[in-house]
């Protein structure tokens, strides 16, 4: 397994991150981060060899992209392929290589269980490039449906949220959405199986748990 964070959203901490970390997935401007965030934090996933994706989200800085917005699905094909086609070319400027694609907050959970809406995005990343790596919740429309269409995936799986007895995610509206203890985290990589496993870096705790993580040897080095 590997361990990917959000990262290039503002928080400040990507730079400590980065030695824990395998994939980071990079803010695109659409929730969060600029032009000026994407460039600092491709040149700092090159500097530690961490592979970089785009994390594409809905036009919704106000709500950090965490609230569902009604568009068709090519309104949402063209605003994710916009997104991987910005982060791409600053990637291919600074001598990198995109590697996969994450969708963010609502637009992610969404597609987990709209077949719509996980085909647009799957579109989006197979025209940009069909060797993009699709990241997806385990078990969800976004894998099966981006596996139809011929494109590698990496079932995802959260450290630091819990989930429901469906396999969704608890709401964050809801308490103890977010793990704020380490052995909560280390109790689900324990109990879940999945290729990727994602810290978010916007958490208050995401740098103890990436820390504590590789400390017991869950992620590649």
């Known amino acids: 397994m590997t361990l990917n964070c959000d990262l290039g959203e503002g ?19 659409f929730h969060a981060g600029d032009a000026f965030t994407m460039r600092e934090t491709v040149a700092l996933c090159i500097r530690h060899g961490v592979k970089m994706g785009a994390h594409p989200s809905y036009l919704d800085r106000e709500n950090f992209g965490r609230k569902e917005i009604e568009l068709s699905p090519e309104e949402i094909y063209l ?37 719509e809406v996980a085909m647009a995005i799957a579109k989006a990343v197979k025209d940009v490039s069909g060797d993009l790596i699709l990241f997806g919740l385990k078990g969800s429309q976004s894998i099966e449906v981006a596996q139809t269409m011929g494109l590698q995936t990496a079932e ?10 469906d396999g969704s995610l608890t709401p964050r509206s809801q308490p103890g959405a977010c793990f704020t203890e380490i052995q909560d985290v280390l109790d689900q990589v324990e109990k879940i199986k999945a290729d990727t496993w994602c810290i978010h870096g916007d958490g208050p705790h995401a740098l103890e748990f990436a820390k504590a993580l590789k400390a017991k040897r869950y992620t590649k080095s």
């Open 11 to 29: 928080i400040g901490n990507d730079a400590a991150l980065m030695p824990y970390i395998n994939e980071a997935n990079i803010a695109c401007g």
């Open 156 to 165: 995802e799986a959260f450290a630091d949220r819990r989930y429901e007895s």
């Open 79 to 115: 605003l994710v392929k916009k997104q991987i086609e910005t982060l791409n070319q600053i990637v291919k400027t600074a001598g990198g290589t995109l590697n996969h694609v994450k969708p963010h907050g609502a637009l992610y959970n969404t597609s987990a269980k709209n077949p």
